[in-house]
């Protein structure tokens, strides 16, 4: 009786790894949900992908169930996920999936358009500019940014869903994709010398030297689909449309062998008959007009920059204008100035000195208040000094010593959101003498 139990254990055994094999064998050659997905958006130079990765699948599930494309806003998440200090890394500009989904559900969610992304605020000009992310004197301002103001927090709304994991195994992930036909969170170690913007990702001997020599680095993505041909899987990333291909990118079976990480999330929507998905509020389209841009050399060589113009529709968006000094070739025509202009790196002591890391000057407008219009006048326009001292360093004189370049200052106004980051709407370029 021990026998025959035991004959039929094996049996059953058998016959559900070959059927699991089986229906590995079958399913479709490529899985490609690219089209299924919302738009690419782009993180800029914040560690924020986990918060773009979670929202990248929910906003493509509310898309299957209410044959609606939205946008949603992970600047709200991220603020409550940092002032709630109940995250798991409250000092940092990252998170994990599991807890942006906490406050997701604790919180609610508003629109991109009601509390936009911003830049990261330790950028030159924000309010953390003069402190390094990881210092631990940066305050919370630096990671959770502003706080939504009433008018934001009270259209927030709440969407029932489920948040389920996926087998952490090849077969699991390919019959989950061939299947269920939905995205999935992925997290794996990355370094930016083994991703380019290429776009592709690929498992080699010296990947995880450099991973251990830079520390715990990685990145959270989505994965939309998989090519058996090509022994990859397809990534939906949040580097903008100018990485990769239109913002899609590769990572081959061998590298998701090796590292196959944490956080293989997908979500499903439940009582979808039940939620209400509030209509996005109006977003009149942003315009602008008659800026213009003058630079002026004073007697004691600092260089003034001034800026007029009007913008309309801003809403909670920033808008930051910037003048930094530049090398370009003494024989570079006028027109080709912008593709050959070179920053010049100050030393350590400079940067020390100048408390920043390249010769510039930034003005940065802040969405304190909801702004229709923005007005610098030409009775009061926005003025920028690049001081004379910069002209005077090392690595500025260094730059151009060989005679084979020259100084100028590019200047320039930009508006940003999180499509086309700093989207330029001017720039001028002065030629020093």
Known sequence: MKKTGLILL?????????????????????????????????????????????????????????????NLSEQFVIYNSKHDRKCEYPNTECSGPNENFTMIKKYGLVYEQSWPYQPSYFLKGYPCGDIKEGDPKA???????????????????????????????????LMFLANKKKPFTFRFPLDDYN??????????????????????????????????NKQVFFIHNSYGKAWGKEGYGTLSFEYFKKYAGEYLYYVTISNPDKNILPPPPEAPKFEYKNIEIKHQKNTDQSIDITFTGEMQNIGWHSII??????????????????????????????????????????????????????IWPHNDPLKLTLPKELLQYESVKNSIKDGKRRLAIISSVYYFDEVDNFKKLKRDFYILK
């Open 10 to 70: 094996n049996l059953f055994f058998f016959i559900s790894v070959f059927s699991q094999k089986t229906e590995i064998e079958n399913v479709p050659r490529v899985i490609d949900l690219k089209d299924s997905m919302t738009a690419i958006k782009d993180q800029d130079y914040r560690s924020s992908c986990s918060y773009f990765a979670v929202l990248a699948i929910l906003e493509t599930e509310i898309k299957r169930v209410y044959h609606k494309e939205v």
């Open 139 to 173: 305050k919370e301002l630096c990671f959770s940014q502003q706080k939504p103001p009433h008018e934001v927090s009270k259209q927030a709304f709440n969407i029932d869903f489920n948040v389920n994991m996926i087998e952490n195994n090849m077969d699991s992930v």
């Open 195 to 228: 991703w380019s913007d290429s776009g592709l990702v690929y498992w080699n001997d010296s990947i995880m030297a450099i991973e251990e020599a830079a520390g715990d680095r990685h990145h959270i993505c989505v994965i939309s689909g998989y090519d058996l």
């Open 321 to 374: 204008a910037r003048s930094i000094l530049v090398t370009i070739p003494n024989d570079g025509a006028t027109e080709m100035m912008e593709d050959s202009a070179q920053y010049i790196d100050l030393s350590d002591e400079e940067k020390a000195l100048y408390k920043d890391e390249y010769p510039r000057v930034v003005f940065v407008k802040l969405p304190s208040s909801f702004l229709k219009t923005f």
